[in-house]
């Protein structure tokens, strides 16, 4: 597990760089990642990484995501993020929770390390996948609120029981779809505390297969 405490030091580190004050302090990173204090102590507490800033700081600063959160020499990657990346969309949210729309902005290139694109299913899965950030509380403990999501778009079928993105008329959501006996599927949120739908095939219209997040591997 990425221990939060590890990122914030480092994080502090290259503050440093930028300031005269001998001393960064936790409300500095904070400030830099955007996040409110409170956020940054409950994050600490929960030892919750904010991908959607890391991200955004990363690519500000122009550092490594991958020597910021695996301690690896940036220098090590260079072979393997220069030919593995995939498409990451700032302006799409994923809605775990009351629908969203799909935003056509433009992507960011994601840069990846090979052992991440092994876990993702190989080089030929990474051109069909697409990083989408989450909102909502319906997919907790699955899917947390500002998670980011890896969407494989050539999945935009049913062919098993699993996490889906899927079109609605409320919006995108992103959901856990079983097929019943009946033919009918069931839209299921892991979260206990909001309702499930059921609907017909008719109505099932798929983005892609979540294949995976940060933390989690399905």
């Known amino acids: 597990m990425i221990n939060v405490q590890d990122m914030i030091e480092k994080l502090k580190d290259v503050l440093s760089g930028e300031k005269e004050e001998d001393k960064i302090y936790d409300k500095d990173v904070a400030t830099a990642l955007e996040i409110t204090q409170a956020n940054f102590a409950t994050m ?39 030919k593995y990346w995939i498409r990451y969309y700032p302006g799409i949210i994923m809605s775990a929770g009351g629908g969203a729309e799909l935003d056509a902005e433009d992507f960011e290139q994601l840069d990846i390390p090979d052992y991440f694109v092994k876990m993702m299913g190989g080089k030929d899965m990474v051109k069909t996948i697409e990083a989408i950030n989450v909102t909502g ?44 006996a009946d033919g009918k599927y069931d839209v299921i949120s892991d979260n206990q505390v909001f309702s499930n739908q059921t609907i017909e095939k008719s109505e099932l219209t798929i983005y892609g297969k979540v294949v995976s997040s940060f933390g989690s591997v399905f």
């Not at 919750?48 to 940036?74: E, M, R, T």
């Not at 907790?140 to 500002?146: A, K, S």
Request: glycine residues 4%; charged residues 30%; hydrophobic residues 35%.
């Open 137 to 180: 509380e319906s997919m907790e403990p699955t899917l947390n609120d500002g998670d980011i999501i890896f969407v494989d778009v050539s999945k935009n079928h049913y062919a098993k029981d699993g996490i889906y993105a899927i079109y609605t008329e409320d919006g995108l959501l992103v959901k856990r779809i079983q097929k019943r």
């Open 44 to 82: 600490k507490t929960r030892n919750k990484i904010p991908y959607n800033s890391v991200l955004d700081f990363c690519a500000l600063k122009k550092i490594s995501i991958n020597w910021l959160l695996y301690g690896q020499d940036p220098s090590s990657l260079v072979d393997s993020t220069d």
